[in-house]
């Protein structure tokens, strides 16, 4: 079955450590979306990417960083300098940057301790 | 500039009895509208969407929405709710080719609540 896979499903990381979460999708799509979620809000976009080698901040991507060298993959890593990283994240492709609904993975919990 | 508000943050229903959620959207092109419903810790699953076809759209577990170019509304419904239907639900604009940035935009979302 076609879809996207994120993992760890739950992370705990103390505070100063950096963190990557992985994002990995077979449906052939070219971009890619990193989107963190807290409790009784809605979706902020982190990073996002139309094609391999390239990327783009979204509206909350200080103290985040990401890759795309490979087009299934697109990890999110967050940095000790993201000062509240404690939030659900939902990785997401679509098929083209303006094309089509976007497809989610089951989403990673992060809690710094 | 596109832009996405649902009326509701919460919204509260007896089983049985019909939804409604609302969703007005701002958008400068032709948008491509979706209704995706997340469950507790879960990813987003697509309800329905809209692109350009036709305005009424039905999706999946009975839900439906309308598209209203004029009143720049795209509101959800479902005829009966039934208690699965508990979740927070979101109304998404893409816009089209002319946007050069990111082209989504995500509603605050409205969580449901269906009593017994």
């Known amino acids: 079955d076609g879809g996207i896979t994120q993992s760890p499903k739950y992370l705990f990381r103390k505070e100063g450590q950096n963190v990557t979460l992985s994002c990995e999708q077979n449906?052939?799509?070219?971009?890619m979306y990193w989107y963190r979620q807290d409790p009784g809000q809605g979706l902020r976009l982190i990073y996002y990417s139309q094609i391999v080698n390239d990327f783009q901040k979204g509206d909350i991507a200080e103290g985040y960083s990401v890759s795309r060298e490979k087009k299934e993959s697109f990890p999110l890593t967050v940095t000790s300098a993201q000062k509240n990283p404690t939030a659900f994240y939902l990785c997401?492709?679509?098929?083209?940057?303006?094309?089509?609904?976007?497809?989610f993975g089951e989403g990673s919990r992060l809690t710094v301790l | 500039a596109q832009s996405v508000t649902q009326l509701d943050s919460h919204v509260s229903v007896s089983e049985g009895t019909p939804v409604l959620l609302r969703c007005n959207y701002s958008?400068?092109?032709?948008?491509?509208l979706f209704w995706y419903v997340q469950h507790p810790n879960k990813g987003l699953q697509l309800l329905l969407k809209?692109?350009?076809?036709?305005?009424l759209v039905k999706g999946i577990n009975g839900f439906e929405a309308e598209f209203k170019k004029s009143e720049t509304s795209f509101h959800l419904t479902k005829p009966s709710a039934h208690m699965s239907d508990a979740a927070e639900y979101f109304c998404?604009?893409?816009?089209?080719?002319?946007?050069?940035?990111?082209?989504?935009?995500f509603g605050g979302g409205t969580r449901l609540m269906v009593k017994p």
């Open positions: 997401a492709s679509r098929v083209k940057r303006d094309t089509g609904e976007l497809f």
């Open positions: 809209y692109t350009s076809a036709a305005t």
């Open positions: 958008s400068s092109y032709s948008p491509s």
């Open positions: 998404v604009v893409s816009e089209g080719l002319n946007n050069a940035g990111n082209m989504l935009t």
């Open positions: 449906l052939n799509h070219d971009a």
